[in-house]
């Protein structure tokens, strides 16, 4: 490469507000009940701070590809930033849930702007022997900061207000911002793509319609049945569509589709979005299961949490590493079988479980999903030509913001339905012990819905090999 980047400065900033932003997402979502009694608002309109997030990316994702073309690297930076760094300020002054809803779109809108951004510069300034080690930081920041946001939330709500989450953000944010400012380099050509407004439009409809209508499914009494979800995803489906075949015909496509012709990336993207399901099912049933199910506090319940999510962190650099010696299938294929195995266990655990073997479960089904992640979604990006970075990145994030939209809906409707089966069935719907065995109850149908993605992933696996870089790949990098 003739240019030499301040590889571990630039990683460094665009990693601290990365790990800002996860963190605040699930910090905030431990503060849920609090925020319900404070605002006095129903779990349904609390549940919006997470699906407003949500949709908020999955509308924004789409065309990162065209803002990585359209921006230098610093520009995205910047505007990512002030974003964020607004949207933090406003809900940590937040008076009333309007106001705190305003500052998670605002905080939204930079982390879809940042996401992108840092993947495309990673695989930019870093050669393709290294990449899994530098992804693999990625991973840390992906897991390792959503999994500190329940027990730093959990400390901060029980000793001081939720508000904190936000106070404590804030410098960080501004730290990451002023270390980017001075090493981060603009690593990609501005080309001034053509704006196709009709590709906007139906991408915000396709999937903005698709996350809207499920995160509404897993809401209310009418669920999967409502008018506004069946139309909402109905219209999603249409429009994605269209979109398509809109892309296809186009010489210059917003969202170039072409990275489907390329088996292993799909392999891939395939293998994170089981994981991005799997993870965001169990990230919200499992809280709910400890805290309603066995009765525990939110702060214990952040700690039974914590150790797996901190080992997942952990490994993830290090699995990089063994994906840049070994290869992807080594890693993807076990992790995998540990994944099932962990969500078969689950799906048998009770409020008579120790907690010892809910923790013991819990960092068995992480340290699988670091050995699955990083390997899968660093292989299918390095069969790419550079020219589709922006935009295999931007597919590969839009799709995982989808799957989590997907993910929680089902899981919450598995659960709903599990607990009103239950509860239904009750010569006690009212006890306290039959309410926690209903929550048993449901948290087990969920668990065994995501066993079946599991083992639909470790077929997929069987295919995954590892993927060489071209002549001309490394030719148009130098």
Request: charge should be positive.
């Amino acid at each position: 490469m003739n240019k030499t980047y301040n590889t571990g400065a630039i990683l460094a900033s665009l990693l601290i507000c990365g790990f800002v932003g996860m963190f605040s997402e699930t910090a905030l979502n431990i503060a849920m009940t609090n925020l319900m009694e404070v605002f006095q608002i129903s779990a349904a309109t609390a549940q919006w701070l997470t699906t407003g997030f949500l949709l908020t990316l999955g509308i924004l994702m789409p065309t990162s590809g065209l803002l990585l073309q359209m921006f230098t690297t610093r520009q995205l930076f910047t505007g990512s930033l002030i974003s964020m760094i607004a949207g933090t300020l406003v809900a940590a002054l937040a008076i009333n849930f309007e106001m705190l809803m305003f500052a998670r779109v605002l905080q939204a809108i930079g982390m879809g702007l940042l996401l992108p951004l840092m993947f495309n510069t990673i695989l930019v300034i870093y050669p393709p022997e290294k990449r899994g080690a530098a992804m693999g930081f990625v991973g840390l920041v992906i897991m390792f900061a959503p999994a500190t946001g329940p027990t730093v939330g959990g400390l901060l709500i029980q000793y001081l207000t939720w508000h904190y989450i936000f106070w404590l953000s804030l410098p960080f944010l501004i730290i990451g911002w002023l270390v980017g400012m001075k090493y981060l380099e603009n690593v990609t050509e501005v080309t001034k793509p053509r704006v196709d407004l009709l590709s906007i439009v139906l991408s915000t409809l396709g999937f903005g319609g698709i996350v809207f209508g499920f995160s509404k499914a897993g809401e209310g009494s009418e669920g999967w049945g409502s008018t506004v979800v069946v139309a909402s995803i109905i219209v999603g489906l249409v429009a994605l569509v269209l979109f398509t075949l809109r892309q296809i015909s186009m010489r210059e496509p917003m969202l170039n589709l072409k990275v489907f012709k390329h088996p292993m990336y799909v392999i891939g993207l395939l293998l994170v979005l089981s994981c991005m399901m799997i993870i965001m099912s169990s990230m919200i049933i499992l809280p709910m299961f400890l805290q309603t199910g066995a009765g525990l506090s939110v702060f214990a319940t952040g700690l039974i949490l914590l150790p797996g999510s901190a080992l997942n962190g952990i490994l993830s650099p290090r699995v990089g590493r063994l994906f840049d010696r070994y290869g992807p299938k080594w890693l993807v294929v076990p992790g995998l079988v540990v994944v099932t195995l962990m969500l078969w266990f689950f799906s048998h655990v009770s409020p008579a479980s120790s907690v010892a073997l809910i923790v013991a479960l819990h960092i068995g089904l992480m340290v699988g999903i670091a050995m699955i992640w990083m390997p899968a979604q660093t292989n299918g990006l390095n069969q790419l030509p550079p020219e589709l970075y922006p935009h295999g990145t931007a597919v590969m994030n839009t799709l995982q913001q989808v799957m989590g939209a997907i993910g929680t809906a089902v899981a919450i409707s598995i659960l709903s339905g599990g607990i009103e089966k239950y509860l239904h069935g009750s010569s006690a719907p009212s006890q306290p012990t039959e309410i926690a065995n209903a929550m048993t109850s449901g948290s087990q149908s969920v668990f065994l819905f995501t066993m079946s993605i599991a083992l639909v992933g470790v077929v997929m696996a069987l295919f995954i090999r590892r993927v060489l870089v071209s002549r001309e790949t490394m030719k148009s990098m130098h």
